[in-house]
């Protein structure tokens, strides 16, 4: 009997450890793929990547290595809507599509996809995505909630140009249409969001008002409310108002201590007061996000922004050799920051703005040869084009333009850019440069390739009126 007992609690023991062995893998495994999540949404596709393979590798059996693969090629989608590389994203989601697509897991992974094009304003992009789920998984939650997004969609996109009273109609159908969706009231919120965002604050408070009405239960109600907390202390900031950051900070605390969203609408009154001009302000901003929230995306970024308002400072009184060592020291302090590249692409433009095309391609050069996190490099080509033709060095202007046609084909600019091009090459006539023969030869050739790739572009017309005209002598 004894040893009967002494068996049993042997196997017992065995099954213990084996659970507790499990669950440790389980929490390892969801760790790793919390991590390369993070790094996916932050548009570090290759340590993102680089987490989802070891997932798959090291918990082949767990249900995070059942979705890494699909995530793998999302982190690729999240990094070209990143860089505005559309041509590429798109491409990237027909991928995986073609890949994954009796996976279980691809609906959830179209509609991060679609909620992120949908963030940045990529509505196109976003109602094709959004229509690929209800296509594909009919029967899905997913696609009962892209049914509606569909929808709301084309009210941010109407927002977006200003048309605030066919927006208000087309949110009346919205409503009547879904009345009772469950995912209504956080549709309607993101409504009042953008309507917060362009700063048509008197809708975006009638929007907030109507959810804590209509949905006073749900957890959008209480966002509302923090929405409303936000527009009193954005718009003192606008209106210029006597109203110290502190106080600020305080509101929407207060305001948002429930919603969660602290960190985001605080750095946002950052954001604001960096707009007017009111750089200590800011700075004071940016300082307290970075003690308060350091773990947070914000907190991050707040570490770098604290010093830049600085440097804008300096910047703004002239005192170059103080913006250069505050800048040496920003770099020097925060060199492995992923961040670093954007905030340096932001001091090279604020040179650009102040008319000192020198010291702001000096600062681009930084960011193009960054060799770690190349996210700002398309913007970085773009703004050191523009430099370059201020100085009237169309030549280089041009070199640099044609690295994003070269590099960056599918980016959201790179059919304004080939414009740009051609105001070059009409430039390099005017300026005695190159012969009209020279240049009829070079536009030609740039209209053809514009039109060639992209054949809807808003340049396509203007575009095909040049070429028949001067086919036609």
Known sequence: MVKRIVNVSFVGWILLFSGIELACLADDAATFYET?????????????????????????????????PLDIGRADILYYIEIRDDYSAQQAIGNLIANY????????????????????????????????????????????????????????????????????????????????HTYLPWALYTIGNRY???????????????????HPDSLNAT?????????????????????????????????AAESGDIPASIYAAAGRYEQKGKYQQAEDVYQQIAKDYPESPYGNKSRLDSPRMFIFTYIDAE???????ATSQLIADFNDNSYL????????????????????????????????????????????????????????????????VAEYPGHYLAWQVMYLIVQNYQDMYKAGLISKVQADSKIKAVYQQLLKRYPDCKAAKAATHWLNQHNSK
């Not at 932050?42 to 249900?63: F, H, T």
């Not at 709301?152 to 249409?177: N, P």
């Not at 917060?196 to 209509?214: H, L, N, P």
């Not at 005192?319 to 060592?325: E, I, P, T």
Request: glycine letters at 6%; hydrophobic letters at 35%; a negative charge.
């Open 36 to 68: 390369a999540c993070k790094h996916a949404w932050a548009a570090e596709r290759e340590q993102a990547k680089a987490l989802y393979q070891q997932i798959i590798n090291s918990y082949p059996d767990s249900e995070y290595a059942n979705k890494a």
């Open 101 to 180: 697509n009796e996976h279980s897991y691809l609906p959830d992974a179209l509609y991060s996809v679609a909620t992120r094009c949908t963030g940045y304003a990529k509505y196109e992009m976003a109602k094709e995505t959004y229509q690929k789920i209800t296509q594909k998984r009919p029967g899905s939650l997913f696609a009962g909630r892209a049914r509606l997004d569909i929808t709301r969609i084309k009210i941010l996109a109407l927002i977006d140009e200003g048309l605030y009273s066919e927006a208000e109609e087309a949110t009346k159908t919205l409503k009547s249409d879904f009345a009772g």
């Open 196 to 214: 917060e965002v362009t700063k048509a604050y008197q809708q975006a408070q009638g929007v907030y008002q109507d959810i804590i009405k209509s």
């Open 223 to 255: 966002r509302a409310q923090a929405g409303l907390s936000r527009i009193g202390a954005y718009q003192p900031i606008e209106e210029e108002e006597p109203v110290t950051p502190g106080e600020v900070i305080d509101t929407l605390v207060a305001g």
């Open 319 to 325: 005192d170059y050799a103080a913006a250069q060592a």
């Open 341 to 404: 590249p954007t905030a340096e692409l932001l001091i090279a433009e604020h040179y650009y703005v102040k008319g000192l095309f020198d010291k702001a391609l000096t600062m681009l050069q930084t960011v193009i040869n960054d060799p770690v996190c190349p996210i700002a490099r398309p913007m970085a080509y773009i703004c050191a084009g523009k430099c370059y033709y201020k100085l009237a060095d169309y030549e280089k202007s041009t070199q640099y333009y044609e690295r994003i």
